[in-house]
């Protein structure tokens, strides 16, 4: 069983900047496919950004591009998503996911049924 435990959230002002930090119990990262989701009131879980196995693929939602970076931590067990820029429009609860089961290092991974395993949440509030 993996346990992870983000951290990072918090209220930012418009064009602000937050770093959520996603790190697991006992496992290492470095073979898994990473996801960051955020789910607003009223709107279903969708993706933010993904990480290959690889590091060398990533996804952005369109909405974010340019403005948020996902990276694994050097010592592999922690995913970070650093959000510059932030606007209104970000604000919800932001989940980290594992996708332990990738069987290739290049490939992402977009449907919420990919992960395995998912941190706790944890609420971003841009303020206009």
């Known amino acids: 069983q993996v346990q992870m435990v983000e951290s990072g959230g918090g209220l930012v002002q418009h064009v602000g900047s937050l770093r959520l930090s996603c790190a697991a119990s006992?496992?290492?990262?470095?073979?898994?496919?990473l996801g960051w989701f955020r789910q607003a009131p009223g709107n279903e879980r969708e993706i933010v950004a993904a990480l290959s196995r690889s590091d060398k693929v990533t996804y952005y939602k369109d909405s974010v591009k340019g403005r948020f970076t996902i990276s694994r931590g050097n010592a592999k067990n922690t995913v970070y998503l650093q959000m510059n820029d932030l606007k209104p429009e970000d604000t919800a609860v932001y989940y980290c996911?594992?996708?332990?089961?990738?069987?290739?290092?290049?490939?992402?991974?977009?449907?919420?049924?990919?992960?395995?395993?998912w941190g706790q949440g944890t609420q971003v509030t841009v303020s206009s």
């Open positions: 006992g496992r290492n990262f470095s073979r898994y496919a």
């Open positions: 996911a594992v996708n332990s089961r990738a069987l290739f290092s290049g490939t992402l991974y977009y449907r919420i049924e990919a992960y395995d395993y």
